[in-house]
């Protein structure tokens, strides 16, 4: 069946680290794809996203590039800050009319920055 | 615009009690979702409405009913709360084309003794 695969984690870097949040998915078709932020206390919000193959999505220094090819959709940042400490979520929203837009949630990569 | 909000913030009930969770949003959403959320559970869908007077059963159904009587308000119940209820429960909506992303409200943080 459709489904999205996160890198586990906790993930725990020093400022101004490379980071990398692995996330791949099975669908049919052709899904739009997800990276949503929890920060702590909060309710999720959405990072960016990419509705077709080869799409870049980016916002706050933070992209993801739609692979057809390797059904991945990989979060990454040059240099990551304190401030981005929070869960991260890969998700996807299948292309078929039947779905009724129903999004499929990875489990999540908490990401923990220290200065 | 205030986005999506949930009322309560925070809620404490006993076993057997119950409780409405509401939640607004005021973007014309045609859609609207609840969700919970537990540890090293993801995010996990309750029901969901794709339009005023609908509603449809999602992953985790049981133990919960819901109610879409306006376009801008989707209500979550617990008839009978049980201790596997306790949860952090998120409301959000979206529009119906397909790229368009989920609204979150701030969550409800429900504990069930």
């Known amino acids: 069946g459709d489904s999205v695969t996160q890198m586990e984690g906790p993930v725990t870097l020093s400022e101004e680290a490379f980071l990398t949040i692995n996330c791949t998915y099975t669908?049919?078709?052709?899904?739009?794809l997800f990276w949503y932020v929890q920060y702590p206390g909060e309710g999720l919000q959405l990072l960016l996203k990419?509705?077709?193959a080869d799409d870049k999505g980016s916002n706050k220094g933070f992209e993801a590039t739609y692979r057809k090819e390797t059904t991945s959709f990989h979060l990454e940042k040059g240099s990551v800050q304190v401030s981005d400490s929070a869960v991260y979520f890969c998700?996807?929203?299948?292309?078929?009319?039947?779905?009724?837009?129903?999004?499929?949630w990875g489990l999540g990569t908490s990401l923990a920055v220290n200065p | 615009n205030a986005g999506v909000t949930q009322t309560p913030k925070f809620r404490v009930l006993k076993t057997g009690q119950s409780m409405t969770l509401l939640c607004a949003q005021d973007?014309?959403?045609?859609?609207m979702y609840w969700y919970r959320q537990d540890p090293g559970m993801g995010l996990r869908l309750i029901h969901y409405?794709?339009?005023?007077?609908?509603?449809a059963k999602g992953e985790v159904p049981d133990g919960y009913n819901v109610s879409r009587l306006k376009k801008q308000n989707f209500l979550l119940g617990l008839e009978s709360a049980a201790p596997s209820q306790t949860s952090v429960y998120f409301c959000?909506?979206?529009?119906?084309?397909?790229?368009?992303?989920?609204?979150f409200g701030p969550g409800t943080r429900l504990t069930v003794t």
């Open positions: 959000a909506s979206s529009y119906k084309r397909q790229g368009d992303e989920q609204y």
């Open positions: 973007m014309n959403h045609e859609y």
């Open positions: 409405s794709v339009g005023e007077g609908t509603t």
């Open positions: 669908a049919t078709g052709y899904p739009s």
């Open positions: 990419a509705t077709k």
């Open positions: 998700a996807l929203r299948l292309a078929s009319a039947g779905n009724n837009r129903k999004l499929i």
